[in-house]
């Protein structure tokens, strides 16, 4: 059952709770991630993802509550807001009208490596949008699961979810590890590393993406940090007149040749 409320002020303890989340790009103090717009919703349904509630304009409610319908949300609590209230609590005037609490999923380690592990790593990818993008593409190519290291975007910023387009509810993602950590996993696991670098190292194509590797992206301004680049192959995508790319797309090129390899082996 649906039930619609209307909440007036921005002192509601809620409304508190999720304005502070979106400005320090993390969860709900009760564990939920903010999703806008329309397209998360319905990913976060399609997901199976438990949506608690939902904030809402008036002139948007209808529809929400029928997507909810068909999404088979149920115990969802439908909260009307003026405009100018949603847009001042979700920090943005691009919400579409819609702010969806979503119970995000809780993902071990072991889910990442499941059968032919294909893992990206996100070394100090701070910016959330990248970061997003790049899980995005993770699961566009058949990636096992998503590593952000500490000292990367949190998983759950707005900006994150918003840039992943609900990849983030269904691939397993892990954060908060230290590299050393990772490293150990990867050599008990007998998964191979690789790091993208920008000179030296392998040409891309030249690397066996087939077997279990995991695969790490460091960000524009330092790159791979020197933990993982010590212990990984370089891997470098051969460019012409620009030095490198940045980080979300030199990742969607290391994703797509690991997955282009992957469908050779199969052949």
Not at 31 to 46: I, K, Q
Not at 113 to 130: I, K, W
Not at 156 to 166: D, E, K, L, Y
Request: overall charge positive; some cysteine.
């Amino acid at each position: 059952m649906i039930r619609t409320e209307t909440i007036t002020s921005i002192r509601n303890p809620l409304l508190r709770d999720i304005r502070r989340a979106v400005q320090k790009g993390g969860l709900t103090p009760d564990g939920f991630c903010v999703a806008g717009t329309f397209h998360l919703l319905e990913e976060a349904l399609r997901s199976r993802r438990p949506v608690p509630a939902v904030l809402v304009t008036r002139s948007a409610a209808g529809e929400v509550e029928a997507r909810l319908r068909r999404g088979g949300a149920a115990g969802t609590r439908l909260l009307l807001l003026e405009d100018d209230l949603l847009a001042e609590v979700s920090g943005t005037e691009t919400a579409q009208g819609v702010v969806a609490l979503v119970e995000p999923p809780a993902w071990k380690l072991e889910d990442l490596f499941r059968g032919c592990p294909l893992v990206l790593a996100l070394d100090g990818v701070q910016d959330p949008g990248n970061a997003g993008a790049l899980v995005r593409a993770a699961e566009a190519f058949g990636a096992t699961g998503v590593v952000f290291l500490k000292g990367s975007a949190h998983p759950f910023h707005v900006r994150t979810i918003r840039a992943s387009a609900g990849s983030l509810f269904r691939l397993p993602a892990v954060s908060g590890m230290e590299a050393g950590a990772l490293v150990v996993e990867c050599v008990r696991r007998r998964v191979a590393l690789f790091a993208a670098v920008a000179h030296g190292g392998r040409v891309l194509d030249e690397a066996g993406l087939a077997k279990p590797c995991l695969l790490a992206i460091g960000s524009e301004a330092q790159g791979v940090g020197a933990v993982l680049t010590d212990a990984a192959g370089g891997l470098r995508i051969p460019t012409h007149g620009v030095e490198s790319l940045n980080a979300a797309a030199a990742g969607a090129v290391l994703l797509y040749e690991a997955a282009r390899q992957r469908r050779g082996r199969v052949a």
